[in-house]
């Protein structure tokens, strides 16, 4: 499985970006997928994700009613649509996606779950 991000950048406060994650190896309208973000010095932290095999998302609250999750079958992709982005919101954000299994809810949160990772795409917010 290889998982490719990409979309990051540099962008004002309040503006959006859109991320891109490209999949092989894995059919991601069969998978659990999700996105998460890391800064220098702290843990990898769950942004949000999709459910592997019903309709359903996942957020973490700092994001909740700015960020979108959301899958493209047709072209094996995965996105992130980033809107009222925030000086925080810079990270470098990773996808991952969830190979076997079908997770409970909660799990979905959890990086342990996550069976492969794609390299991160940097995103950066300027206030």
């Known amino acids: 499985v290889q998982l490719q991000a990409s979309g990051g950048g540099l962008v004002q406060a309040g503006g959006s970006l859109r991320l891109s994650c490209s999949a092989s190896?894995?059919?991601?309208?069969?998978?659990?997928m999700g996105w998460f973000r890391q800064t220098p010095g702290k843990e990898r932290e769950f942004v949000a994700a999709?459910?592997?095999?019903?309709?359903?998302?996942y957020y973490a609250n700092s994001v909740k009613g700015r960020f979108t999750i959301s899958r493209d079958n047709a072209n094996n992709r995965v996105y992130l649509q980033m809107n009222s982005l925030r000086p925080e919101d810079t990270a470098v954000y990773y996808c991952?996606?969830?190979?076997?299994?079908?997770?409970?809810?909660?799990?979905?949160?959890?990086?342990?779950?996550?069976?492969?990772w794609g390299q991160g795409t940097l995103v950066t917010v300027s206030s």
């Open positions: 991952a996606a969830i190979g076997m299994g079908n997770p409970i809810s909660s799990a979905y949160f959890s990086l342990s779950t996550y069976t492969d």
């Open positions: 190896g894995l059919t991601v309208s069969r998978a659990g």
């Open positions: 999709l459910r592997k095999s019903a309709p359903g998302t």
